[in-house]
């Protein structure tokens, strides 16, 4: 080649100009990518660090061997109480807040899982000694290579969750706890009536054991008679509406009984059923009636008797005049009258009896002596062909109580008991102290707890059916052929009784007898002394009676008989009329003579009214009976002069005279 020639190589630079470009544009966008990358990650940091500082759940980061905390988010301090710069400086402290009794497991536990990873519950305690239960997990996080990083987990305050599940647990408790013990049944169903638990009393109630009844029906343990409302009480307790009615049951043994049902939805579907036994509810309510019915048939009776009395007193009183100057023959027949009249005395003091309105003279009484004074007499009523037993109690206590009405209640039932052995038997009597309690009153009639002397007749009969013991008190009822009985028999046993404050029970079956049980309260008090017989022929008298009686025939037959005993009478139909004529009247009034039920204002109202103006007045009351105006309970006070409807004249002019006191000498005297 020449010297001076020269070399020239020339190469094509476009595509390595190209490929420097693309490697810078490729560089510039890789740096920009991990800006981007950066700025993500920096902003998913700080992401997290919000999400994770505001929640109340703990999050922690440490390195592999848990021996560095790398990260925990602030609500540590909040839950664990302590800050989150001791567990930077010790992480230890995290596993020492454990308590002592939860820590060994939890550390063998976590330790058992190569992984790292676990799931605990377990309770700390705080440094003011109080107590959180937590709930723990970790996850490992690994590096591209597999390679475990760090740890990360979280921790959850449980406790009030833990606090509601032992409540509930508690509560649980409690339910079934009521559940088994309840005095009711409760039995529970499912939404198509298939019970699916049952309390014991439900089982006794029903007499099948749980097993039984388990997976049966509503119309497996219900009467037939309500199979057709099953269906409909069905839907409605499943629309929400609370059911409470009366239902037949029908027991293992074929018997049935009514009971009260409350029956609901509770919030799981299930139905919830509260059975009562009705039977002693029913057996109350049915002893209320009859308590009533009796004690508005008693107040009819009582009405009727007194104004029965006030006719008979007249009938009484006229024949009574009439036979002073009749006839033999006249006389003969005004006695049937008077026989008459005693006998339908009788029938209104039956009444009376009943409707326990009777005027009563009580006395400490002994039942032995008079069950001792009557035997004889007893004897001669039941006749020979019934054996009479009376069996006194040993230290019998007293009653208080009228000795004839007594007398009354035991030959009323001793004549009972001879009509229901009409080819003999045994007629038993006896008495003996008794104490009444609760136990009575939950099978009796309402009784006041206390010591009672009882007195028993029973006979061995035919017995009465167990269909109308409920009625044999009743007024007028009788199971006897027409013409030999009233019907007031045992009616009458009934008014005495409880008027004397005490209480009769009858136990019968049919062809096994009856038993008739009388308990009177026990008092702790001598017998009275036989009574002191009246006198029985009054002193004349002179003095001027004021006669209050708004019966005008039985006024006008008073009147006459005082006056021809030589009494001066002012009389008055009513309290309003004789305060006016005994204020119109000059002389003195001596004796106030006057019916004590009467209309606007009773006899003792019209005696106090009286007495202020007229300090020496006395008082003689008039009465069928007493309406609680002059008595407590039909029982007059002590030392008040009480002259009986209906009255003989002899009776009338006798208790007068006890009013007034003996006269002075000469019939004039103190006459102004």
């Known amino acids: 080649m020449p010297r001076d020639a020269a070399l020239m190589t020339m190469r094509d630079m476009t595509d390595r100009n190209r490929a420097e470009q693309g490697l810078r544009q490729a560089a510039q966008q890789q740096n920009h990518y991990l800006k981007e990358a950066e700025q993500a990650l920096h902003e998913s940091e700080v992401r997290f660090r919000e999400i994770a500082e505001k929640i109340r759940e703990v999050f922690w980061v440490t390195d592999p061997a848990k021996t560095r905390m790398l990260y925990v988010s602030p609500a540590y301090e909040e839950i664990w109480g302590r800050t989150c710069a001791s567990l930077y400086e010790n992480p230890l402290s995290f596993v020492e807040a454990i308590h002592p009794d939860d820590r060994e497991g939890v550390l063998a536990r976590t330790a058992s899982q190569t992984s790292g990873e676990y799931d605990e519950v377990y309770r700390i305690l705080r440094p003011d000694g109080s107590l959180r239960w937590i709930h723990d997990r970790a996850f490992p996080v690994h590096g591209p290579g597999g390679e475990l990083v760090r740890m990360v987990g979280s921790a959850q305050d449980i406790t009030k969750l833990k606090q509601t599940e032992q409540a509930l647990r508690e509560s649980e408790g409690r339910y079934r706890s009521l559940f088994e013990s309840a005095p009711d049944g409760i039995l529970v169903a499912d939404s198509q009536g298939t019970y699916v638990d049952v309390n014991p009393s439900g089982l006794g109630m029903l007499g099948y054991s749980r097993n039984e009844l388990i997976g049966m029906k509503s119309a497996d343990i219900l009467a037939p008679k309500e199979f057709s409302r099953v269906d409909s009480a069905l839907t409605e307790i499943n629309q929400g509406v609370e059911h409470r009615h009366e239902w037949q049951f029908r027991r293992k043994d074929g018997s049935v009984f009514d009971a009260d049902v409350k029956a609901t939805v509770m919030p799981d579907g299930r139905i919830l059923a509260v059975v009562r036994d009705a039977t002693e509810r029913k057996r109350m309510e049915e002893q209320l009636r009859q308590s009533q019915k009796m004690e508005a048939v008693g107040r009819l009776a009582g009405g009727v008797a007194h104004d029965f009395n006030n006719e008979l007193g007249v009938i009484l009183g006229y024949t009574e005049l009439l036979m002073r100057h009749a006839s033999e023959a006249q006389r003969s027949k005004l006695d049937q009258i008077l026989k ?302 009480l002259l009986e409807k209906p009255f003989t004249a002899l009776a009338l002019l006798g208790r007068v005279r006890a009013a007034l006191g003996e006269p002075g000498k000469g019939e004039n005297a103190g006459r102004k």
Not at 427 to 455: C, F, K, Q, S, W
Not at 597 to 602: A, D, Q, S
């Open 340 to 641: 008459a009249t005693q006998r339908a005395t009788g029938l209104t003091r039956q009444l009376l009896a009943f409707s326990r309105k009777q005027i009563v003279d009580p006395k400490v009484l002994d039942l032995n002596a008079l069950l001792s004074d009557l035997e004889k007499m007893l004897g001669r009523l039941i006749g020979e062909d019934i054996d009479l037993a009376i069996v006194p109690g040993a230290d019998l206590g007293q009653v208080k109580a009228d000795p004839g009405q007594l007398e009354q209640v035991v030959m009323n039932l001793c004549l009972n008991a001879r009509d229901v052995m009409p080819d003999g038997g045994l007629l038993r009597i006896e008495t003996a102290n008794a104490v009444l309690d609760a136990g009575h009153a939950a099978h009796h009639e309402p009784i006041a707890p206390g010591r009672y002397v009882m007195l028993a007749v029973s006979d061995n009969g035919c017995g009465i059916e167990k269909e109308i013991l409920s009625k044999i008190f009743e007024p007028f009822f009788t199971t006897k052929e027409s013409g030999k009985g009233t019907g007031l028999g045992l009616a009458t046993v009934y008014g005495i009784v409880k008027q004397a404050g005490g209480y009769v029970w009858v136990y019968s079956e049919r062809g096994q007898g009856t038993t008739f049980k009388i308990y009177l309260p026990r008092i702790d008090e001598p017998a009275a002394a036989p009574d002191v017989q009246e006198r029985p022929m009054p002193s004349k008298g002179w003095e001027t009676i004021l006669l209050v009686e708004d019966e005008g025939s039985l006024r006008a037959i008073a009147r006459e008989i005082l006056e021809e005993h030589g009494y001066r009478v002012i009389e008055a139909a009513g309290p309003i009329e004789a305060i006016e004529i005994a204020s119109r009247h000059p002389e003195p009034i001596h004796l106030l003579a006057t019916d004590v039920v009467m209309p606007g204002m009773n006899g003792r109202a019209l005696f106090e009214s009286l007495v202020a103006a007229r300090p020496g007045l006395k008082v003689l009351y008039m009465s069928g009976y007493t309406d609680d105006v002059i008595a407590h309970r039909g029982v007059f006070d002590s030392g008040t002069l």
